[in-house]
T-cell receptor, first 113, second 110 residues
């Protein structure tokens, strides 16, 4: 158990809908990352937050947005869902600063039908 | 900016050794190595920092050549449990974010 908690674990929704994925980082970790992993693909970096502020952005679609709240939990919002958005979405957290281990949650499986 | 990994896939018999390489076009601050089993979360193996030495635990070790912006993961006397996809993640000096390579699929057979 990495200490990173993601909910829901599985989600099935229809095209055009909107979903929210939630992540609680490890106690004390200030950085939260979101990664997308499509079937048998690599880990695509979406976005990173540090202590409530956006720190870095990757290949995140405009239909997707995220935020980190004062209690450090984070949410990833996916809207106008398309079939191609079906993927495993990982949240990860790390302590402050560079060169720290990133701990992954178990992921949220999203299936768009 | 995504690092390059080689080989894409490798099949080993138990007890054989393997090397997985990771290279980047950017100056690196750190390299992270993870192993992922299908459908599970990536599991941290080790992190190598700029200026650091080769690291390892058990029969898995790694090196980081910061001048060449390359890292290698060494698996010796492979076990069935080593099967999975290995990802290297690179972090440059500009940001904290870690970008992962496409992965190397490693299968260990009896």
């Amino acid at each position: 158990d990495s200490g990173v908690t993601q909910t829901p674990k599985h989600l099935i929704t229809a095209t055009g809908q909107r979903v929210t994925l939630r992540c609680s980082p490890r106690s004390g970790d200030l950085s939260v990352y979101w990664y997308q992993q499509s079937l048998d693909q690599g880990l695509q970096f979406l976005i990173q937050y540090y202590n409530g502020e956006e720190r870095a952005k990757g290949n995140i679609l405009e239909r997707f947005s995220a935020q980190q709240f004062p209690d450090l939990h984070s949410e990833l919002n996916l809207s106008s869902l398309e079939l191609g958005d079906s993927a495993l979405y990982f949240c990860a957290s790390s302590p402050h600063g560079s060169g720290n281990t990133i701990y992954f949650g178990e992921g949220s499986w999203l299936t768009v039908v | 900016q995504q690092p390059v990994q080689s080989p894409q896939a490798v099949i080993l018999r138990e007890g054989e050794d393997a090397v997985i390489n990771c290279s980047s076009s950017k100056a690196l601050y750190s390299v992270h190595w993870y192993r992922q089993k299908h459908g599970e979360a990536p599991v941290f193996l080790m992190i190598l920092l700029k200026g650091g030495e080769q690291k390892g635990h058990d029969k898995i070790s790694a090196s980081f050549n910061e001048k060449k912006q390359q890292s290698s993961l060494y698996l010796t006397a492979s076990q069935l449990s080593y099967s999975g996809t290995y990802f290297c993640g690179t972090e440059d000096a500009s940001y904290d974010k870690v970008i992962f390579g496409p992965g190397t699929s490693l299968s260990v057979i009896p």
